[in-house]
């Protein structure tokens, strides 16, 4: 693996996270194959050249992409869990937390979909990484009795495939937020599965 490029200034980490969001949209919106590294230097208003202070190739910022919104999202995860997975306001499993980040990132699912075609072991990272922290959250409300035991690494893999696809169903493809009645709906259908003791016996 090489060493990636860091830049040693402010303003060149700056330019840095430019071209990483000219990336997310050129390649969410044309694909890896279509979007090119002129294309993406176009979108970040910067010379072709300065592309390759930070980037090798094309490959390589995509990679780097697909790793850096796998840590923005398992970051927003884990600030949505805080230390209480089941909150009152019915945010459990962090399911708002990432329904809100697949809209704000129409991208997310074309890019990490590619992932696995271009760099298998970024895209299984991407997963197992983010399964991780599920499975963290998970086990920590075990151990606070908000859950009845279990296996947490096979709930965390569970609920990202639901959380998965019903974010492809309204959030890629409706460009919306699931409301709050549509989420406390897969909500429910999770903590029959898994919540509460004193629930399940209820």
């Not at 490029?5 to 919106?29: F, H, M």
Request: proline fraction near 2%.
């Amino acid at each position: 693996m090489l060493k990636e490029l860091v830049p040693v200034t402010a303003r060149g980490e700056a330019t840095r996270r430019k071209l990483l969001a000219a990336a997310e949209i050129e390649i969410g919106e044309k694909g890896f194959h279509a979007a090119s590294v002129s294309s993406i230097t176009l979108r970040a208003d910067v010379g072709q050249g300065t592309f390759y202070l930070y980037f090798r190739s094309k490959e390589e910022i995509f990679i780097t992409l697909v790793r850096d919104i796998g840590n923005s999202l398992r970051e927003n995860l884990m600030r949505s869990a805080g230390t209480d997975i089941a909150t009152d306001d019915g945010d459990q499993f962090c399911l708002h937390a990432f329904f809100q980040f697949a809209q704000q990132h129409p991208g997310l699912y074309r890019i990490v979909q590619e992932a696995q075609f271009v760099d298998e072991p970024t895209y299984r990272d991407y997963y197992e990484r983010l399964a991780q922290c599920y499975a963290e959250n998970l086990n920590a409300a075990q151990q606070r009795g908000e859950l009845r035991a279990g296996d947490a690494e096979a709930r965390a893999w569970a609920i990202m495939g639901i959380a998965h696809f019903v974010g492809m169903r309204w959030c890629l493809w409706q460009h919306v937020v699931p409301n709050q009645a549509l989420v406390d709906e897969v909500i429910g259908l999770i903590t029959r599965g898994i919540g509460h003791a004193l629930e399940t016996a209820a």
